[in-house]
């Protein structure tokens, strides 16, 4: 049940746009939409709609179970891709959902091979090319291309891998899995003439177009998540979360304030206790070293958070009336409150609990 005291605003409009933003970066790879883990927990319902509204036709889901969820929300002229690969017996569900299986190894290539109605489904390849992950190994790919009957009878129509150290531009491990990728794309795309190939995830497209291939997987930029700390790409906050005060009290000097005593203050200062803690995604990391924004002004975490609750210093707003501490929003990005929680942009988003009241800002 969500609560009253917090509301979380998803601007679907916003979604969209960084999209269409991303579509814009190269007239010649078709940008997809990776919505997995509930649309990194901001609501797969009602996003996966918003982007085929936009124009998104491929998108990318880890599981066969949010294959068969996403396919009954978006027309059928979609495609959608199995990140994850497929379990034992998930074969023929995944060909009746008309999903497109990401196969991982030899051994998830064969046992789609065997199953009824493979011929005519379609499937993906996903190489490793330096993640040490998933997809096929180095060995398993030497012995694809020694056997080229492998193939035979499997509709592969994309060759995939992932980049591991895309949000380091000067990492060498960028070039390492391009060059590979490159070679990867020459040996296979006289085999599989009718397969595209894609290597860019959100923070590859900061890389450059040489990186981009046929489709283009953003994620978290969908989301308005800087993937990279290299070139940015602008892109809109999609998320706006605000934590209902509670109660207001003076402390005076000397005081200390939430578990631990962690905090203790040299001066009488004005504390907001709001709604919302641990329990709904706000990391105990930020005990001490995070902030929010009241009325514009900047207000610092105090003390530990709690299960459900967060203190915040508010002694310099003007309005010591104030209902509402602003999380997330124009004042605060996803990457800058989890910055100080020490952690990245993927966590905080699908961490964000379900007690929120969750409003949605229709495109």
Known sequence: MSS??????????????????????????????????????????????????????VFFVATVAEGQQLVSLIPDDSRVFILSGIYPGEEQACIDAGLIPVLLSLDMLLRWKSCHGSRDALAALKIDTGMGRLGFSAEDYRQLLLSPNLLEGVNICLVLSHLACADEPRHLLNQNQLQRFAQIKSDLASRLPKARFSLANSAGLALGDEFYFDILRPGIALYGGQASVGKLIELDHTVELQLKIIQTRRLVKGSSVGYGATKIFDRERLIATAAGGYADGIFRSLSNSGCGYCEGFRVPIVGRVSMDSTMFDITDVNNPAASYIELLGAHQSIDGLARDANTISYELLTSLGERFKRTYIDA
Not at 14 to 28: M, V
Not at 34 to 40: E, L, N, S
Not at 42 to 48: D, F, I, K, P, Q
Request: include cysteine; glycine fraction near 10%; hydrophobic fraction near 45%.
């Open 4 to 57: 009253p005291f917090c509301e979380l605003k998803i601007n679907l409009g916003a979604i969209a746009s960084n999209w269409r933003k991303l579509s814009k970066l190269s007239a010649s790879a078709e940008c997809a939409a990776v919505v997995k883990a509930d649309a990194y927990g901001l609501g797969v319902s009602r996003v996966a709609p918003s982007l085929y509204g936009a124009g998104c036709r």
